[in-house]
C-alpha cells in the first residue's frame, strides 16, 4: 500500500518530536536549489514506508537529524533509526564535485579527487567534499588517476534530461473489411487499456504497462564504449536493449502489425534480447522494399541463469571500427559475439524495452557510458594478493610488481623482473594494490554507520554528527573524524544496502 504524508502533523503522531528553539535559531537548509531548479525538494523516507518532504538541514546529537517541513513552524527532530533514506535536490545534490581521480578503499568507499602524491604509507587526496585526506595506504584497495579510461560520458539517470519515449508505428488495419460495431468496440477496448509510459523515479527508470515504447538516450553511445546498467525485475525478466539504433527506419507499405518488429521502431541496430534463463542477438536491417528483419547472430544463445534472482549487472563493450561486441554479466566475461563483416548498428542511440510477459515489471539504473580501452578482461582479473598491478589507459599494457609512488605527477613502479618505470599519472588508468597488504576490517558493517553518495559515482560511509560550518561531522571506522560538506551529497543512505534504490516504491 502506498502511503505519502504530506504534513508534519501525521508525522508527529508517529515518530517524532519538535525540535527546540535553540536548534531553530542556529539551523538552516544545507543549501538551497540552484536557479532552474526551484521545484525540486529533499526528500525524506522512514524504515515503515512513511515518505516527507521539505529540506534535509544536518545531523544532530546521539544519532538524529533536522528536517524541515514547509507546513511545520519550524524544524523537526528525527531518530536516525527511523530513517532509511534521503534524496538530496531530486538526487541531483545541490552541487558537483569535479570529476577527476578517484581512490577505492577496502570497505567500498569510491573518494573522488586529485591524487596529490602516494608511498607505500599514505594516499595524499584533495576534494571538494572531504577537504584534504591523508588515507593511510593499507586501506586503499585502488588508485584511479583517469577513471573508465580517462572520461566518463554519462553516469546517471540522475533526470530525465537526454531521454525520450519512442512508441513504434501503430499497425495497418483495413478497416473496409470491419463493421462499424466492430471498429467502435476496438476502439473502447483501445481506450481502456490506459497503458503507462516509463517514469523516471529517484535515480532509476520503471517501466510502465506499455510494452511496446522503449526508453531511449540519442547520442548517447561512442564508436568505441563501454555500457553498464543494472536491470531489477519484479516477476519473470523479459527486455530488449538496443545498441547503435538510429531510430530511422525506412517508409515500407506492408499492413502486418509491425509492434513487435524490433527492427521497424529501433531502425539500423543491434538488439540483445535478455531473459531470465538467456540473452540473444539480433541485427536490424530492411530489405529493398523497406520490410525490416531481424536476424539472429549466431546460432547458439548464452546462458545467464538468473532464476530466483531479481537484479543483476550488465555490461556491454562495444567497439564498431572492429566489429566486436562483448557481454558481462555481474563482473565475469560471458560471450563475444561475431559479427560478421559489417557493422549493422548506424546509430548512436540506447533504448530500453520491456516486453512485459506475463506483466513482468522492470527497473533500469546505474547506467554508466565510458570509454572502452580495448580490454576483454574484467575488472576483477586486476586483483591479486601478492603484486599490484597497473593499467595503462592505452588499453593494451598493464604490469604486476610492486607500487613504489605516486610524486610530481609521475608514478613509480617496480616490475616482476625488477624493471624500473617512470609513468606519467595521467597515462594511468589504475593501480590496483596486493589485497594481502590491506588493513583487517571486521566482516560485518557499523550498525549506526550512513552511506554518503556524491554524484556521479562517489561514496563515503561512516557515523554522522553535528559538524561545523553547516558541515557533517563524519566518523570512518577507517579515515577517522572527517568533516563532509553535504552539499555535494545526492542520496543519503541509512539502510545497508549498498544501493542508490529502493526496493519498487513508487513514491520514492
Known amino acids: 500500500m502506498r502511503r505519502l504524508i504530506t504534513t508534519a502533523v501525521f508525522t508527529a503522531i508517529s515518530i517524532h518530536c519538535q525540535a527546540g528553539p535553540d536548534q531553530?535559531?542556529?539551523?538552516?537548509?544545507?543549501?538551497?536549489?540552484?536557479?532552474?531548479?526551484?521545484?525540486?525538494?529533499?526528500?525524506?523516507?522512514?524504515?515503515?514506508?512513511?515518505?516527507?518532504?521539505?529540506?534535509?538541514?544536518?545531523?544532530?546529537?546521539?544519532?538524529?537529524?533536522?528536517?524541515?517541513?514547509?507546513?511545520?513552524?519550524?524544524?523537526?527532530e528525527f531518530s536516525t533509526k527511523k530513517t532509511h533514506r534521503i534524496i538530496l535536490n531530486g538526487g541531483q545534490g545541490h552541487q558537483k564535485v569535479a570529476q577527476n581521480s578517484t581512490?577505492?578503499?577496502?570497505?567500498?568507499?569510491?573518494?573522488?579527487?586529485?591524487?596529490?602524491?602516494?608511498?607505500?604509507?599514505?594516499?595524499?587526496?584533495?576534494?571538494?567534499?572531504?577537504?584534504?585526506?591523508?588515507?593511510?595506504?593499507?586501506?586503499?584497495?585502488?588508485?584511479?588517476?583517469?577513471?573508465?579510461?580517462?572520461?566518463?560520458?554519462?553516469?546517471?539517470?540522475?533526470?530525465?534530461?537526454?531521454w525520450k519515449i519512442v512508441n513504434p508505428p501503430e499497425p495497418k488495419n483495413d478497416d473496409e473489411d470491419k463493421s462499424g460495431e466492430q471498429k467502435k468496440g476496438e476502439e473502447q477496448a483501445g481506450n481502456n487499456k490506459e497503458e503507462t509510459d516509463w517514469k523516471h523515479i529517484a535515480t532509476a527508470w520503471y517501466a510502465g504497462s506499455n510494452k511496446y515504447s522503449h526508453l531511449v538516450r540519442e547520442n548517447a553511445l561512442p564508436d568505441k564504449c563501454r555500457l553498464a546498467f543494472k536491470l531489477a525485475w519484479r516477476g519473470a525478466l523479459y527486455c530488449n536493449v538496443a545498441l547503435h539504433a538510429d531510430f530511422a527506419p525506412p517508409a515500407y507499405e506492408g499492413k502486418e502489425d509491425a509492434r513487435n518488429n524490433m527492427a521497424a521502431t529501433v531502425g539500423h541496430a543491434y538488439v540483445v534480447s535478455i531473459s531470465t534463463h538467456s540473452a540473444t542477438l539480433y541485427s536490424c536491417t530492411f530489405d529493398e522494399k523497406g520490410k525490416p528483419?531481424?536476424?539472429?547472430?549466431?546460432?547458439?544463445?548464452?546462458?545467464?541463469?538468473?532464476?530466483?534472482?531479481?537484479?543483476?549487472?550488465?555490461?556491454?563493450?562495444?567497439?564498431?571500427?572492429?566489429?566486436?561486441?562483448?557481454?558481462?554479466?555481474?563482473?565475469?566475461?560471458?560471450?563475444?559475439?561475431?559479427?560478421g563483416d559489417k557493422y549493422e548498428g548506424l546509430g548512436k542511440a540506447l533504448a530500453f524495452r520491456n516486453l512485459r510477459y506475463s506483466n513482468a515489471e522492470l527497473r533500469v539504473s546505474d547506467i554508466v557510458i565510458s570509454n572502452w580501452n580495448g580490454l576483454k578482461d574484467s575488472a576483477q582479473s586486476m586483483r591479486t594478493p601478492d603484486r599490484d598491478v597497473i593499467l595503462l589507459a592505452n588499453g593494451v599494457d598493464r604490469f604486476s610488481g610492486t607500487f613504489n609512488h605516486l610524486k610530481d605527477g609521475r608514478i613509480s613502479f617496480l616490475g616482476s623482473y625488477n624493471n624500473q618505470l617512470t609513468i606519467p599519472a595521467n597515462e594511468v588508468q589504475e593501480v590496483h594494490f596486493a589485497s594481502s597488504r590491506y588493513r583487517k576490517i571486521p566482516d560485518q558493517d557499523n550498525d549506526k554507520s550512513v552511506y554518503f553518495y556524491v554524484p556521479p559515482y562517489g561514496r563515503i560511509s561512516g557515523v554522522p554528527s553535528r559538524g561545523e560550518n553547516g558541515n557533517t561531522k563524519l566518523l570512518s571506522d577507517l579515515l577517522g573524524e572527517v568533516n563532509l560538506n553535504t552539499n555535494y551529497v545526492n542520496i543519503i543512505d541509512f539502510s545497508h544496502q549498498n544501493s542508490l534504490l529502493d526496493i519498487w516504491d513508487d513514491n520514492f
Open 103 to 162: 581512490i577505492t578503499l577496502i570497505n567500498g568507499d569510491v573518494i573522488p579527487g586529485v591524487i596529490s602524491s602516494a608511498d607505500d604509507k599514505t594516499v595524499k587526496l584533495t576534494t571538494n567534499h572531504l577537504g584534504v585526506l591523508n588515507i593511510p595506504r593499507d586501506t586503499v584497495s585502488q588508485i584511479t588517476p583517469s577513471p573508465y579510461g580517462g572520461k566518463l560520458v554519462y553516469y546517471g539517470p540522475l533526470s530525465t534530461d537526454g
Open 293 to 339: 528483419n531481424n536476424t539472429r547472430i549466431d546460432d547458439a544463445h548464452v546462458s545467464l541463469n538468473l532464476s530466483g534472482q531479481e537484479e543483476a549487472q550488465f555490461e556491454f563493450r562495444i567497439d564498431r571500427a572492429n566489429r566486436q561486441l562483448l557481454m558481462y554479466l555481474d563482473g565475469l566475461f560471458k560471450i563475444k559475439w561475431n559479427l
Open 24 to 76: 531553530a535559531a542556529h539551523t538552516q537548509p544545507a543549501a538551497s536549489p540552484a536557479a532552474g531548479n526551484a521545484t525540486r525538494h529533499d526528500l525524506l523516507r522512514f524504515t515503515n514506508g512513511d515518505t516527507l518532504h521539505g529540506s534535509f538541514l544536518g545531523f544532530g546529537k546521539d544519532h538524529t537529524m533536522l528536517w524541515k517541513n514547509p507546513e511545520a513552524t519550524g524544524p523537526i
